[in-house]
């Protein structure tokens, strides 16, 4: 996986990049990481990326013509690399929502191009000619685009073959299947008059199984009624529920 960012400040996205798994992933080389600052291709002498909005109002708007230098000295790079031409995805909060299915699907991806912006927006004319999706974080709005990035490449590398080195946790994961993931002990057995369940230290695999599908259905009917609502129960599950009275009123 080869990801490519365009930003006013490669630092952000590089130290978040260095660090635990998408460190790793690095130095391994499982991804690349490669930023791009679009200052470097200002076309003034003050080195200058934005100006004042047409119209008037608030903020400044980055120029479009620095963003499309940056775009094509990446994408020119991955194509005399022998590899085809990269998605490119604008982050802003007026795109659509990220979440894991969409993580799954640019996992697949071998370059991705992200686009951050800051200041009150990037020239439109550069977005229409660029952008192929416009992908939000959330709700909310942040002062760029870097952290959004950041958040979206984390999410992707965790999903690329051989980068966790345990892969099961990526398929088993929160989200995969609309169910939550059950509670997680480690030693001490007991930890401030807290005990871990006698399930998980009886060895009976069968039992820890069960147990830990049983609270994976109860955390997501209490903490995401909108997950639990899409689950697609096996026939183990409805028997599961059937014993336990918080799922009275699910069968
Ligand atoms: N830039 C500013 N806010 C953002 C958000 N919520 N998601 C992605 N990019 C953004």
Redesign the pocket.
Known sequence: MHYHVLTLFPEMIEQAMSHSITGRAQKNEQIVLETTNIRDFSQNKFMKVDDYPYGGGAGMVMEAEPVYLSYEKVVKEVMAAGRKKPKVLF???Q?KTFHQEMAIELAKEEDLVFLC?HYEGIDERVLEEIVDEQ???????????EI?AVVMMDAISRLVPGVLHNDVSAITDTFTDNLLEYPQYTRPVEWRGKRVPDVLMSGHHANIEKWRREQSLLRTKNQRPDLFEKVEFTKDDMKIMKKNLAFQDEI
Do not use: F
Request: proline share 6%.
């Open positions: 982050m802003s909060p795109g912006g992908i939000s974080i959330g709700d909310y709005v942040l002062t760029g685009g959004a």
